[in-house]
C-alpha cells in the first residue's frame, strides 16, 4: 500500500512567495517471521523539492513546470521546518530531488539538520553535475548523506547532450559521478551510490554494455526509469519506445 500526499507550504521573503513540492508516502509490507503471523512494517518517506530550478533542460523532464506560479527556490528555514514537521509525525525516511537539489546553497546543512533530527535515511537525487566539484560530494556525505542516486541517460556523449539539452553533459556528468564515488570511497561511513538509467529509443541499444560499465566502475544500484510521453517529448514521441520493443532487451538486462 503506497500512499501520497503533496502540499506547497507558503512562506514569504521579501514580498515574494515562496512555494515548493512536497509529497509524502506511505509504505506497508508484510514481513516473514518466525511466529504465525507476519509483522508488519511500515516506513513513511518524505520527498523535499528544495528548488524546481536546473541547469538542464532534458526533453523527458517536467521539473520546469513546477515552478510556473512561484519562487523555484524554498527557503532554508521553511525545509527545515518541514523536515522538522514531518520528523515529528513520525517519518524515517526523507529524499531531496527537485529540480536539482545541488543548485540549493543550504542543502548541506538541510542534511545536516535532518540527521541531528533523527531520520535514519537520508537520500539525494541529483544530475551530478554539481558533485564533480569533489569538495561538495564530501560535505554531503559528511553532513550524513545516506544514499545518492545519479541520472544517466546514455554513455554516448551525442546522446546524452541531446537529451539533456546543454552541450557538454555527458562529461561534467561522469566527472560528477566519479568525484561522488571517490567520496565515498574515503568516508567512515559511505553512502550507497546509485544510478537512475533513462530508458529511451536512443538508449535502449547499448543499456546492457551501460549497466556493465557502471558496475565496473564501483555502482551497486540501478534504477531503470521508461521515458513517459511528457514535457517535450509529447511533441516528439520519437524517443519514447513500446514496451514490446524493449522487452528483449530488459529480460538480458535482468
Not at 508484510?30 to 533542460?57: F, H, M, Q, W, Y
Not at 538508449?203 to 560499465?213: D, E, G, Y
Not at 565496473?216 to 510521453?229: A, M, Q
Request: charged letters at 20%; proline letters at 5%.
Amino acid at each position: 500500500l503506497s500512499q501520497h500526499e503533496g502540499f506547497s507550504p507558503p512562506a514569504k521573503e521579501g514580498g515574494r512567495e515562496l512555494v515548493a513540492y512536497v509529497s509524502r508516502s506511505d509504505a506497508t509490507a508484510p514481513r516473514a517471521s518466525s511466529g504465525a503471523a507476519d509483522k508488519i512494517v511500515t516506513s513513511s518517506n518524505l520527498n523535499l523539492a528544495l528548488t524546481v530550478g536546473c541547469e538542464l533542460s532534458c526533453v523527458y523532464c517536467n521539473c520546469r513546470y513546477f515552478g510556473e506560479s512561484g519562487s523555484p527556490t524554498m527557503a532554508a528555514d521553511v525545509a527545515h521546518r518541514v523536515i522538522k514537521s514531518f520528523r515529528r509525525d513520525g517519518f524515517e525516511e526523507l529524499s531531496f530531488f527537485g529540480g536539482e537539489p545541488t543548485l540549493h546553497p543550504q542543502l548541506a546543512d538541510s542534511i545536516a539538520w535532518a540527521k541531528e533530527l533523527g531520520y535514519e535515511q537520508i537520500m539525494l537525487t541529483s544530475n551530478g553535475l554539481r558533485l564533480e566539484n569533489h569538495g561538495l560530494a564530501h560535505d554531503l556525505i559528511a553532513a550524513g548523506l545516506g544514499r545518492c542516486l545519479l541520472t544517466l541517460s546514455s554513455l554516448d556523449s551525442v546522446i546524452e547532450d541531446l537529451l539533456c539539452g546543454e552541450p557538454g553533459t555527458h562529461k561534467r556528468k561522469l566527472r560528477g559521478l566519479e568525484s561522488i564515488l571517490d567520496a565515498a570511497r574515503d568516508s567512515s561511513c559511505p553512502p550507497s551510490i546509485g544510478v537512475n538509467l533513462l530508458l529511451a529509443k536512443p538508449t535502449l541499444p547499448r543499456l546492457s554494455a551501460t549497466l556493465r560499465w557502471l558496475y565496473g566502475i564501483g555502482v551497486r544500484e540501478f534504477g531503470l526509469d521508461f521515458v513517459w510521453p511528457m514535457a517535450r517529448i509529447v511533441r516528439n514521441q520519437s524517443f519514447v519506445p513500446r514496451y514490446r520493443e524493449a522487452a528483449n532487451i530488459l529480460l538480458d538486462v535482468l
